[in-house]
Structure formats: structure tokens, C-alpha cells
């Protein structure tokens, strides 16, 4: 019986669904662990071969962890909602729903052929109504939800409406976007929609004036990832920074414990500090500064105060309102010039990029320290949304600072006399100059000598809050998310709009589902393509959707017109698999309580910030509500790498249809041509599928070498223009689903990026094969007996287990593969055919190669499938060794080998040496001087 891979393949995989393998319910009397993967965005493309890296990596740790007895919750489903599908539908007038459904029926098909372990009964679908609905819940408990400093936790906006009714907003410490004053009474007298734009300032899902990636050819907001320097990932259109009112998230208010959670989980410690920046926690001082010859002051956040005597120029945000107010009318055209070509950059961009810009307002503002009048400029590397978006610049002792002064030959002004100045002086860590005072300054107003920097700082703010100059404050450089899209294909708001402020739909109504549009374009007034619904109208008395031609803004209200970022469906999707077919609620309070939290996650490094932060926010406010039993959503985090093409090209002698193979290129004037890789194998061109490829190259002529064509190569992104992506149905279809399992694993360690090469794949598809041989021959003859194993025999599968045990809790699956090779050489060569070894060693292969295991597994004469079998132990006596093998060096040079018995003493190892005569050839009758025996390794013997 040969090694059929297409039917034990196909054979498995039906018998799986059959009998419902790897459908998992709440096992009390189990461990629980629950793997997760990132779920994909099903794109038309279909998956190409570096998509399933991180989902086999998962799988084999959850299959491993399923044979060690745990009850594991392995689940897929579907990122559904976003901008390409909205795009395609646009341009084909086809509803997004139908290429989505297609998109995920080709992604199911193809996820299905690699044999992953996933319970498909579990699935979800973030556009199907009976997911979104749970997305539009915690919107509404968003909205009607604040967040209590001093309780460190979400609470009930009523709450709130009790606090301001009996002290109005005094003794308040609550997140919020603006500092409010009032009384109660003040409170009592506001009429509703008064006191509705009050409660909007604390609400954790609120609407406010916000700056955004405005794309106008696509008619909506974009995320800071879907802009690439200065357009959109999609199609590449203009994108400007423009302020509009957005529904908003208050994630911020969850920056502390957002920061404080990382030292509880299981993440890479670049992974950690990536959020702890991205999450950016300083402490300083607000101080307020004047405008010269103005009633206007401005308000600033610094984290050396200390330095405020240094101070030589002040910097506005260009999105600050500060800007138009201090802006002199002998400046106004050099800043509007300015402003426009700010739009034109993300702040993602803006942080990262290091070149110089600016413009002088006019205005100069008093130093409350010293009295003296400083310029006011306004400059890009100044972001409006982290501190008060006004920074004082102390160019001595900020390097970003002293770039802008030379730059504009400002004064740069250091705290002590004498201080060297040049950028070379700067301590890149610190961001501070190394000669700057941190042993004290001195200044005037405020005496600092002999201060360290710690004091000095502490001293300034003391001083600043008693004088009624500022306050001590905690920045955060995390912003709220913005959560409002100006798309059709995502999730719809659970919002009206009454007297033009948004009040809920009722909880019992959800799901709000998304209606059928005539366009998917923003309508001709600018508004959402929402706006082309008819029936798009709330009515409040019946609770119903109702036509939009009702609407008389009495009973019957609008309808919001923007849809939620994708963002929103994925923040809180690993706790609907626990529970995803519940109607009642999100996921059940008991079910919640077993699985807990994700055990392990796996997905890519592009997700650091974005996903993560938001679904770690999600999760506590759930956590916050008890709706969740941990605050922190994933224990352990493994970023796969990504898979790059190997590109293949041809060389085209110029102004011919004349192709000449690799090593002869050089002697004719060439032009390189990327080619299908799928037309090439090792780097050899298949002829006549080339000429096929394309109608251009029907009448292709080749120079050969050695009678072939051989291709040069490159590593690149996977990319259908590199005609580089390889389709893993084609490896399937030729080398089979385990083939493909072990060879994506076999490309190097999970975590690092890596070229997909085939020329490697033949060995390890030879490899399932020569296992496949220890239990059938050649005649096809099943040949695995009951006979004892020997003792090189359970050294072999001992090692084996060992090495792959450890390999899969690190995640080495590489070193686990040359593990299985070596392992399958050497029962191979001992012509090991003994049930005894072979029965544990298709369990630790299982993970790997589940088809050939469950194979196998039935021949051997079990009835369950392998996935139920106990992962084996390994027994350290099997590993000991009998006999080591030693290297005999001369003054330090290796000449040969020895073996001895693995107790032999030092004194008998260097006894035999000595006397074995080629010790005598080395030694040239010497009388060696020292002999030295490293146990188990070397014999040095020093003439």
C-alpha cells in the first residue's frame, strides 16, 4: 500500500466532520485552553501560502495541548466587514454581502484542504446581524456608561446625573474631554438638550470635534493604517487631516490600566514596550502662559518644569484653535500656506519623520517666570492631541527643540552658563543635553542650585501650583479612537437623532440591521452612503424601522448615517466564540467562567497597537460591566512572521523574443522579466508552460545551459505583481496537506520572517514517505509487529519526545522537524517496524502531519481517532548514554576519535589514549607535558 496522500487526506477530513472531531463543549472535569487566531479579512485573492503560517502554528500547539488531556477551544470565523469589499461593490455594482460570502466560502474551502482542528460549529461572521448585535450592545453601554477615577472603573451614567443633581459638578474626578464648572442648581435649569450636550463630555462613547484622515476620494474617514504616506492603502488617493465631528471612544480613560495590565501577561518584552509607548505616560506640570498684549492665555504640559527658564520660543499644533486667534494679519498667508500642507500628513507620519517646518504666528507670550516676551510658532512635530497640543521649546535641552532653533536661527538659551551647545551634546536617551545642569541649575525667580534634576523638577512644580501658575498632571499619549466611518459595508449605529442630539434605541430592538442602499457612493449632498437608504428612519413610539419620508421629528427621527470602523467587530469577537449562538446575552456568565480567557494568540506584529490596544480596552470595560472574568483578553501573544515570495525571473535579450538561461546573461544585453513561479521548479523554467503563460511569449525562444532554462531569484513581498504568491491548493494538490503543514513550519523559527523557497519542499514530502515505509513495505504489505523494542530503538523515540516536547512550548517548530527526520533515519536504519515505538511516535507526529497520523493510527488497530490518544512521556534512563565519543587533540588540533564507555574514569581515558599508537605517531616519542580530559568531550594531550 503506497503512501496515497489525496485519499487519506480527503478519507480524514469527511471522517472528521462525520464525527464531529473538533467540536468542543465546557468540560468541567477537563483543564481548559483556548487558542486563538487573528481572524482573517477574506479578500477575493484567497489565501496564499504565508496566510496559514500562524494558523498551523496554532493548530499544532492546540492539538498538542488536546493530547495532553486539556479541553481546548480552538475557533475561526470571518473579519467581514471593511473597505475593500465597499470598494469592489462600488466599482461593480455588486452588493459587498455577495463577494463577501463568496470570499469566505473560497477562504473555507481552502482552510479546510490543510486539516486545521478548528470548530467550525463555533463560527462567526462579523456582518452577520446576530454577531453585530452584541457590538451594538456594548456600544450602548458605552454611551450610557462614565468612567470614575477615583473607582478606577466604568459606571452608570445615571450615576453621574445623581452627582451633578446634588453638587453640581463640584468634587468631580471623572474622565472627561473638557473641565466643566456648575452648580447644581445650573444643573436643575438646563433644559434636556442642555444637560444631554453636559453628560456628552463624560460619556465613554461619545461625539466630539475631532481631526481625521479625510479621504475624499473615498468619501470617508481612514485609520492611521490605511494611510501610506500621505494616501490611502486603497487606491492611493489624496488624504487630508480635516476636523469633524465623530462618534469617539474614550479609551484614554483606560490608559493607566491599560499600561498597568502588560505586567500581568505572557507577551514578548518588544511586543510590551510597544503599547507602554504607544500608551506614552509622562508626568508633569500644566502651566498657562500669556499672550502678549492680549486678554488671551494658552495652557501648556511639560515634563520639566525646571527647564521653563531655558524657554526661547513657544509651538503650536497647526490643528490648534490657538492658531487662528494669535495669528497677525502681516502672517495670515504664510500660515494658511502652511495649514494646507500640514493636512496632507498623518500624525503616524508626523511623529516619525524628523525634517523641520514652521511658521512664525506673530504673537509673542510672557514667560510667567521671568516676564519675558517669547515668539509663538506653529510647527507639525506638535500634535494637538497629546497635552494641551502648546509645548514651551527649551532648545538647550530638547534636541527636537534645538533642531527647530537652528533651523530658524532661534536663541538657544542653556540653564547654566558655559553649557556646551551641539547636537552632539544631546544624551539620545534622556533627550536632554549631557553638560545641561543635572546637578542643579540656576535661574531667575526660583533658586535650583544644587538641586538634581528629580529635585529640581519636583521643586519648579511645588512652585507652580502654589502661585496658581498651573497644576501637577498625568499625560497620557494615548487618544481616544475615532469610531465614526463614512462607509455602507460595517456595522450601523444604534442611534437616533431628536433635536439633533443621539439618544439610544432600546437594548430589546437590536440587532439594528444595516438596509439595502440604491448606491454605495455618498450621496449628492455629501452625506453617508447611508444617506441612500429608504428605509432609514427610527420610530420611537413603535420601536421600528420605519421609511425615511416619515420622518417628522416628533415621533419618527433619523437614522445615523455612519457605520462603525472594522475595529469594532474584532475588539470583543473571542468572547462570542465561547458562546456564540446565545441569544440572551453576549456570552453566558457560566460559560464565561471556564474559558476565561485566551490562553494563546497568535497573529502578526501589525496589530501591536490598533487591535490590541482596542480589544484590551473592550475588555476591561466588559470586565468593568461583569461581563467579563478577566481584565486582560490574551494571556500569551506569538507574532508569526511573515512568508515572502521567492521571485523568479527570465532575461529577455532586447528587442527579441529571445530568452537566455541564468549563467549566460551576461554575454547579451538583457532585461529581467518576472515570471510565475508556478511555471518554475528549483529554478527551472518549464518551456512550454511559459509560452502558454502569456500570448506575448507563444513564440518564445530559449538559450538553454546544460539543455534547461534556469531562472534568477529574489526575495520580495508576496505579491501578485511579482507573480510570486504560491496557492497552497497547488501544494496540496502535488505534495498533499501534511507536506504543507511541516514545510511551512520546517522555513525557520514562527516568529521570524522568511522566503518561500519549494526547493526545499521535495524533502520533507520524501520524508512522510520513508515514514510511511517503518509500517508498510513495498509490496504494500502492513509490516508493524508486536516484537519488544531495543534499546537504541527507545533511545531514538525517548530523544524524539524530549526534543519535540520542549520544541512546541517554545514554539521551535523548526528544530522539531529536523528532530522527525532525524528520529525516522535512524528507526529506519535499526529497520524498526515495532508497534511498541511506532504507536507514541505517531501521536508526537500528529500535531504535525494529523492525515498520515490518523492513517496510521487505524492501521496500527486503534478505534478512536489519534487526536484522543495521551501525549507519551519520555523516560531519562533510555537517554543515557553507554558509550561517548571523544576527540583527541595534540597541542590543541584535532587528529582523531575515541570512544570509551560512558563511567570510564579520567585516569583509564588518559591511559588508553596514551598508549593507542597513534598517540605515538602525534607525540614523536615525547614525553607529553599535560594531559587534560574535558568528561564526555576531548582529550587534549600538550607535547
Aim: proline share 4%.
Amino acid at each position: 500500500m503506497d503512501y496515497n496522500f489525496r485519499e487519506i487526506e480527503k478519507k480524514w477530513q469527511k471522517r472528521w466532520v462525520e464525527q464531529k472531531t473538533y467540536q468542543v463543549t465546557e468540560d468541567e472535569s477537563k483543564k481548559k485552553f483556548y487558542v486563538l487566531n487573528m481572524f482573517p479579512y477574506p479578500s477575493g485573492a484567497g489565501l496564499h501560502v504565508g496566510h496559514p503560517l500562524g494558523y498551523i502554528a496554532s493548530d499544532i500547539y492546540a492539538r498538542y495541548k488536546r493530547l495532553q488531556g486539556f479541553n481546548v477551544l480552538n475557533p475561526m470565523g470571518y473579519d467581514a466587514y471593511g473597505l475593500p469589499a465597499e470598494q469592489y461593490a462600488i466599482q461593480t455594482g455588486q452588493h459587498p454581502a455577495i463577494t463577501t460570502v463568496n470570499n469566505i466560502n473560497r477562504y473555507r474551502e481552502q482552510l479546510d484542504k490543510i486539516g486545521f482542528s478548528f470548530d467550525w460549529n463555533r463560527e462567526i461572521r462579523t456582518c452577520d446581524p446576530e454577531y453585530y448585535q452584541w457590538t451594538q450592545w456594548a456600544f450602548i453601554r458605552m454611551f450610557n456608561s462614565f468612567y470614575c477615577n477615583d473607582e478606577k472603573k466604568a459606571m452608570p451614567i445615571g450615576e453621574l446625573v445623581k452627582a451633578f443633581e446634588a453638587n453640581g459638578s463640584q468634587g468631580l474626578n471623572v474622565a472627561c474631554s473638557e473641565e466643566l464648572h456648575f452648580t447644581a442648581d445650573e444643573w436643575k435649569q438646563m433644559g434636556e438638550k442642555e444637560q444631554q450636550e453636559v453628560l456628552m463630555n463624560y460619556r465613554i462613547a461619545y461625539l466630539g470635534n475631532t481631526m481625521v484622515n479625510w479621504c475624499p476620494a473615498l468619501g470617508t474617514v481612514l485609520a492611521n493604517d490605511e494611510v501610506v504616506d500621505g494616501v490611502s492603502e486603497r487606491g492611493g488617493h489624496p488624504v487630508i487631516q480635516k476636523v469633524m465631528r465623530q462618534w469617539c471612544l474614550r479609551v484614554s480613560a483606560y490608559a493607566q490600566r491599560l499600561l498597568d495590565g502588560l505586567d500581568g501577561i505572557d507577551w514578548t518584552d518588544s511586543l510590551k514596550e510597544t503599547q507602554r509607548n504607544w500608551i506614552g505616560r509622562s508626568e508633569g506640570a500644566e502651566m498657562r502662559f500669556k499672550v502678549k498684549d492680549s486678554d488671551l492665555e494658552f495652557t501648556i504640559f511639560t515634563t520639566r518644569a525646571d527647564t521653563v527658564f531655558g524657554v526661547t520660543f513657544m509651538v503650536l499644533a497647526p490643528e490648534s484653535e490657538l492658531v487662528a486667534q494669535l495669528t497677525t494679519p502681516e502672517q495670515k498667508a504664510e500660515v494658511d500656506a502652511y495649514l494646507e500642507r500640514t493636512k496632507k500628513r498623518t500624525e503616524r507620519e508626523r511623529i516619525a519623520d524628523r525634517s523641520v517646518s514652521g511658521v512664525f504666528s506673530g504673537s509673542y507670550a510672557i514667560n510667567p517666570l521671568t516676564n519675558e516676551a517669547i515668539p509663538v510658532w506653529i510647527s507639525d512635530y506638535v500634535l494637538a492631541g497629546y497635552g494641551t497640543g502648546a509645548i514651551m521649546a527649551v532648545p538647550a535641552h530638547d534636541s527636537r527643540d534645538y533642531a527647530f532653533a537652528k533651523h530658524f536661527n532661534l536663541e538657544i538659551r542653556p540653564l547654566i552658563e558655559g553649557c556646551d551647545i551641539s547636537e552632539e551634546s544631546f544624551d539620545a536617551k534622556e533627550g536632554i543635553m549631557i553638560n545641561s545642569p543635572k546637578e542643579g541649575a540656576a535661574a531667575g525667580g526660583l533658586v535650583l542650585n544644587g538641586l538634581t534634576v528629580k529635585e529640581a523638577i519636583a521643586k519648579t512644580k511645588e512652585y507652580i501650583r502654589s502661585t496658581g501658575l498651573g497644576r501637577v498632571k498625568v499625560n497620557f499619549r494615548l487618544r481616544d479612537a475615532i469610531f465614526s466611518r463614512q462607509r455602507y459595508w460595517g456595522e450601523p449605529f444604534p442611534v437616533y437623532y431628536k433635536n439633533n442630539m443621539p439618544y439610544m434605541i432600546d437594548e430589546s430592538k437590536l440587532p439594528l440591521e444595516l438596509p439595502e442602499v440604491s448606491k454605495f457612493l455618498p450621496t449628492e449632498t455629501g452625506e453617508p452612503p447611508l444617506g441612500n437608504a429608504t428605509q432609514w428612519a427610527w420610530d420611537e413610539v413603535n420601536q421600528t424601522v420605519v421609511g425615511v419620508e416619515r420622518i417628522d421629528h416628533t415621533t419618527i427621527f433619523p437614522l445615523e448615517l455612519n457605520t462603525m470602523p472594522g475595529f469594532a467587530g474584532s475588539s470583543a469577537y473571542y468572547l462570542r466564540y465561547m458562546d456564540p449562538r446565545n441569544h440572551s446575552c453576549l456570552v453566558d456568565p457560566q460559560v464565561n467562567g471556564y474559558w476565561q480567557n485566551v490562553d494563546l494568540y497568535v497573529g502578526g506584529t501589525e496589530h501591536a497597537t490598533g487591535h490590541l490596544i482596542y480589544s484590551r480596552f473592550w475588555n476591561k470595560f466588559l470586565f468593568d460591566l461583569g461581563v467579563t472574568v478577566k481584565e486582560e483578553p490574551f494571556q500569551k501573544l506569538v507574532n508569526q512572521g511573515m512568508i515572502q515570495g521567492r521571485s523568479n525571473f527570465v532575461y529577455r535579450i532586447k528587442d527579441t523574443n529571445t530568452f537566455v538561461s541564468l549563467n549566460l546573461k551576461n554575454q547579451y544585453d538583457t532585461t529581467p522579466i518576472h515570471v510565475d513561479v508556478n511555471i518554475v521548479s528549483n529554478d527551472v523554467l518549464d518551456l512550454e508552460a511559459f509560452k502558454a503563460w502569456r500570448p506575448e511569449f507563444a513564440t518564445a525562444e530559449f538559450i538553454l545551459e546544460d539543455g534547461k532554462y534556469v531562472c534568477g531569484w529574489a526575495v520580495e513581498k508576496m505579491s501578485k505583481s511579482m507573480f510570486n504568491v504560491v496557492n497552497p491548493d497547488m501544494i496540496v494538490e502535488k505534495y498533499g496537506a501534511d507536506t504543507l503543514r511541516m514545510y511551512e513550519m520546517f522555513l525557520g523559527p514562527v516568529e521570524q520572517s522568511k522566503p518561500w523557497d519549494t526547493n526545499g519542499i521535495d524533502g520533507v514530502y520524501r520524508f512522510l514517505k520513508k515514514f510511511w515505509t517503518l509500517f508498510y513495505n513495498r509490496d504494500g504489505e502492513f509490516i508493524v509487529n508486536q516484537e519488544a523494542a531495543t534499546k537504541e530503538e527507545l533511545k531514538s523515540l525517548h530523544k524524539l519526545i524530549k526534543k519535540v516536547t520542549s520544541d512546541i512550548e517554545q514554539f521551535s517548530y523548526n528544530t522539531s522537524v529536523s528532530a522527525f527526520m532525524i528520529c525516522i533515519n535512524e528507526l529506519y536504519t535499526l529497520k524498526c517496524n515495532k508497534k511498541e515505538v511506532l504507536s507514541p511516535l505517531l501521536v508526537v507526529l500528529a500535531p504535525f502531519a494529523p492525515h498520515v497520523c490518523e492513517e496510521l493510527w487505524e492501521a496500527i488497530g486503534n478505534q478512536s481517532s489519534v487526536c484522543d490518544a495521551q501525549w507519551p512521556s519520555w523516560n531519562e534512563d533510555y537517554l543515557k548514554e553507554d558509550v561517548v565519543n571523544y576527540t583527541i587533540s595534540f597541542n590543541g588540533k584535532a587528529r582523531f576519535n575515541m570512544e570509551f564507555a560512558a563511567d570510564a574514569t579520567s585516569e583509564s581515558i588518559q591511559e588508553t589514549v596514551l598508549a593507542d599508537e597513534r598517540s605515538l605517531k602525534w607525540t614523536e616519542g615525547k614525553t607529553p607535558k599535560k594531559v587534560i580530559v574535558v568528561p564526555k568531550k576531548i582529550v587534549n594531550i600538550v607535547v
